[in-house]
């Protein structure tokens, strides 16, 4: 599985809830950071997905988060 497709997973997982990219890394276990900030930005306009500065539901800090509506 991509990297890309784990991240859309987790966010429709979550979805409504928010999730940044640091939960996103820290959850999927992602080598990098700047992967899962990355990613999210190719999720978004597609199905849904939207990035916002927003709490992040898992982490509780105002992050850029991504969510699925
Ligand atoms: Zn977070």
Do not use: W, Y
């Amino acid at each position: 599985m991509t990297e890309l497709s784990a991240i859309e997973k987790l966010v429709t997982r979550l979805s409504p809830e928010p999730v940044c990219d640091d939960c996103i890394t820290q959850t999927l276990g992602l080598s990098r950071h700047e992967n899962a900030d990355q990613a999210a930005r190719e999720l978004v306009g597609s199905n849904g997905f939207e990035r916002a500065k927003d709490i992040c539901s898992l982490c509780g800090e105002v992050r850029l988060v991504t969510r699925r509506h």
